[in-house]
C-alpha cells in the first residue's frame, strides 16, 4: 500500500490560503489521492479526489505534482471552521474493494 | 442529500457485554466499510462488504462480526466486550460505478465499555 508523509501540525491565518501537503513517494499509477478532513471526532468529511490532474471544487483545489509523488491541497480562503484534521489517503485497492489507509494527518488550526 | 445513517449515535457497555452497531448507507451504494477510532488516534479499517459478501479485512478482532443484508444496511456484532474496544466506530458507503467510488462517512458511534 502506497503510504503518505503529511506534516503533523500547520497554523493559518483567517482569511488567508492554506496549503496542506503531502508526499505519497511509492503510488503507482492507477492510485487516486484523496482529501477528507476530521472536525473535532464527527465523521472524515470528503474533500477532494485527484488521479494526476490538478482539481478544483467549491472546497478546494487539489495541485499534483507530474511524477505524482506529492500533492497540495489547496484552501483558499480558509476560516475559523476549517479548523481540523487533513488525511491526504492513497487508496488501496485489495481485494476488490478500496479500503483506505489513514495516515496521522495535519493538524490546520485557523487563527482569527 | 442522504447520508449515512449510524444507529446508535452514543452506546454504553459494561465489559464482557455485546454490543450492535448499525449502519445504514447512502441509497443506491452497495459498499459498506467499517472503520474505528480511538481515543486520539487515526481510524483503522477494520472490514468491508460488497453485494452482502465480505470483500475486505483488517484488524477486526475475531469477537467482531460483521454482515451485510439484502436491503445493503450493515451491522457490525461486538461480544466479550473489552475496555479497550471504547472508541467511535465510523461506517462508509460507496457505489459502484467507474472509480474511484468515494467513500462517504457517517458521523460514528462512540462507545464507551466501562
Known amino acids: 500500500d502506497a503510504k503518505t508523509t503529511q506534516p503533523p501540525s500547520m497554523d493559518c491565518a483567517e482569511g488567508r490560503a492554506a496549503n496542506l501537503p503531502c508526499n505519497h513517494s511509492?503510488?503507482?499509477?492507477?492510485?487516486?489521492v484523496y482529501w477528507y478532513r476530521q472536525i473535532h471526532s464527527q465523521g472524515p468529511q470528503y474533500i477532494i479526489h485527484?488521479?494526476?490532474n490538478n482539481e478544483t471544487n467549491e472546497m478546494a483545489s487539489l495541485i499534483i505534482t507530474e511524477d505524482r509523488k506529492s500533492s497540495t491541497l489547496i484552501l483558499p480562503h480558509a476560516t475559523l471552521r476549517d479548523t481540523a484534521v487533513y488525511y491526504c489517503?492513497?487508496?488501496?485497492?485489495?481485494?476488490?474493494?478500496?479500503?483506505?489507509?489513514f495516515g496521522t494527518g495535519t493538524r490546520l488550526k485557523v487563527l482569527a | 442529500a442522504a447520508g449515512v445513517i449510524q444507529s446508535p449515535r452514543h452506546l454504553i457497555k459494561e465489559k464482557r457485554e455485546t454490543a450492535t452497531l448499525k449502519c445504514y448507507p447512502i441509497?443506491?451504494?452497495?459498499?459498506v466499510y467499517w472503520y474505528q477510532q480511538g481515543p486520539g488516534q487515526d481510524p483503522q479499517f477494520l472490514i468491508s462488504?460488497?453485494?452482502?459478501?465480505?470483500?475486505d479485512k483488517g484488524s477486526i478482532p475475531d469477537r467482531f462480526s460483521a454482515q451485510q443484508f439484502s436491503d445493503y444496511h450493515s451491522e457490525l456484532n461486538m461480544s466479550s466486550l473489552e475496555l479497550g474496544d471504547s472508541a467511535l466506530y465510523f461506517c462508509?458507503?460507496?457505489?459502484?460505478?467507474?472509480?474511484?467510488?468515494?467513500?462517504?462517512f457517517g458521523p460514528g458511534t462512540r462507545l464507551l465499555v466501562l
Open positions: 489517503i492513497v487508496r488501496a485497492l485489495t481485494s476488490g474493494t478500496y479500503k483506505y489507509i
Open positions: 462488504f460488497y453485494e452482502k459478501m465480505q470483500s
Open positions: 485527484g488521479l494526476k
Open positions: 441509497p443506491r451504494h452497495d459498499t
Open positions: 511509492t503510488i503507482s499509477g492507477n492510485e487516486y
Open positions: 462508509a458507503s460507496s457505489g459502484v460505478g467507474k472509480p474511484p467510488e468515494t467513500q462517504y
